[in-house]
């Protein structure tokens, strides 16, 4: 999976399936969007059928653990220290969560850490107003925007990985599918998709300072419950992971 030579994408059994359905699909078909929506769900399914076959694919299971990790680490600074521009906070996604392996997977971790970053200025306009103004007070981010991204960066994963799949089908597929692209929605798609299979750091951080608070014991962490953000966004990496690549069955989930 080297980026020197071309990737091909995975190919044969449900990849072939959900190609063939791709490159069937014509956007200007009465119920294309529903159609596409589909086509969507059966490429999410092939990644899972993969990964639960074989948990070594791509590299992928392992990749995720690694950039998560990365993730949580960067979390500790962020809710530390404000970054000095939207440039900045981007440029630290992209290097210190995407980092610089060079594989197909790789590339796609990366593209992930940036999409993240971006649906989190988008969402959390006040990040640019303070950045306009100046005014971000020495403060770092707030907890309901380090567990935003967090969330976000997982889900962009999945949705990145199979974006670059959709992009070598739709190759094969022209010129049924030239000029029709539907790899963006194929992707936003699957993002809102997967995002319910993530964990919330800040709930799980809630749960730990409800209880200490009724123990009457680790007070700072009560105070300030943005403290323990990065050691709970950490330990529960894994279960991202499983959940994202399908790992996790329903009974898993509920246990969890």
């Avoid at 999976?1 to 190919?11: D, V």
């Amino acid at each position: 999976m080297g980026t020197s030579t071309r990737w091909k994408g995975p190919g044969g059994g449900p990849w072939s399936a959900a190609g063939g359905r791709l490159a069937q699909w014509n956007p200007d078909r009465p119920h294309a969007e529903e159609r596409l929506e589909e086509i969507a769900a059966d490429y999410l399914t092939a990644l899972h059928q993969t990964i639960r076959t074989d948990r070594s694919a791509f590299g992928l299971y392992d990749a995720v653990l690694a950039a998560g990790d990365r993730l949580a680490l960067q979390m500790s600074s962020l809710r530390e220290e404000h970054p000095d521009s939207a440039e900045a906070f981007m440029a630290l996604l992209a290097e210190q969560v995407g980092g610089d392996g060079g594989t197909v997977t790789d590339a796609c971790i990366r593209r992930a850490a940036v999409a993240a970053g971006r649906d989190v200025l988008a969402q959390h306009p006040e990040l640019e107003q303070a950045w306009a103004s100046g005014d971000t007070g020495g403060r770092g981010f707030p907890s309901d925007i380090l567990c935003d991204l967090y969330r976000l960066f997982f889900g962009d994963v999945v949705a990145e990985f199979l974006r670059s799949v959709v992009a070598e089908h739709v190759k094969l597929a022209v010129p049924v599918l030239a000029g029709a692209d539907p790899g963006d929605q194929i992707a936003d798609w699957i993002a809102d998709q997967v995002l319910t299979l993530v964990p919330d750091p800040c709930e799980k951080a809630a749960e730990v300072t409800d209880s200490v608070d009724e123990a009457g014991a680790a007070v700072e962490a009560v105070e300030n419950p943005v403290s323990v953000l990065p050691a709970i966004a950490r330990s529960l990496v894994p279960h991202a992971a499983r959940g994202v690549l399908g790992l996790i069955t329903g009974e898993e989930e509920t246990a969890a």
